[in-house]
């Protein structure tokens, strides 16, 4: 998609003499709160690899075995996050590995609240952009920023934007 004032335009793949509309959304396209200005930091910030021990404190909060484990890993994130600078951060997203009926779940760092989703629940406004996302296992999380930015990160920590 290719992003004109505010707005998410399909983008236009060239295959051979004939072209077709792509079927993706960019992640590094999407749409961030008007007014909202980011820092020179801040940018750097959210184009920076994550450190492989952010990746891998995720991929163990939905297998801590206390909601007191769980409480100590999403506390360590949300310093971690405050660390990188990189503007405040109010949820993570991703895809679920709890199996069925789960698809995927929620993080809000700001209150700890964690929530797994069914195909058929709706999530909450604030996570509607990362939900597509979450659906492909090439991404092991996304983050939602309070200015609406959505950035999904790989596995490996590099950000898809």
């Given at each position: 998609?290719?992003?004109d004032?505010?707005v ?44 492989p021990?952010?990746?891998?404190a ?43 009926p ?8 700001t ?21 597509p996302?979450a ?8 983050e ?18």
């Amino acid at each position: 998609m290719a992003h004109d004032d505010g707005v998410l335009k399909p983008r236009r793949r060239m295959l051979g003499d004939r072209s077709r509309a792509g079927q993706t959304m960019a992640p590094s396209q999407t749409v961030v709160s008007q007014g909202a200005q980011l820092s020179q930091a801040e940018r750097m910030a959210r184009k920076s690899i994550r450190s492989p021990e952010l990746v891998e404190a995720l991929r163990h909060l939905d297998a801590a075995p206390s909601a007191i484990a769980q409480q100590e890993i999403i506390d360590w994130l949300r310093q971690a996050y405050d660390a990188r600078g990189g503007g405040p951060l109010v949820g993570l997203f991703g895809h679920c590995y709890l199996g069925a009926p789960y698809i995927d779940h929620a993080f809000d760092l700001t209150g700890a609240i964690r929530e797994h989703y069914t195909p058929s629940h709706a999530v909450p406004p604030m996570y509607v952009a990362a939900r597509p996302f979450a659906v492909s296992e090439a991404y092991a999380y996304i983050e939602i920023y309070a200015d609406g930015q959505v950035i999904p990160v790989r596995p490996d920590g590099s950000p898809a934007v």
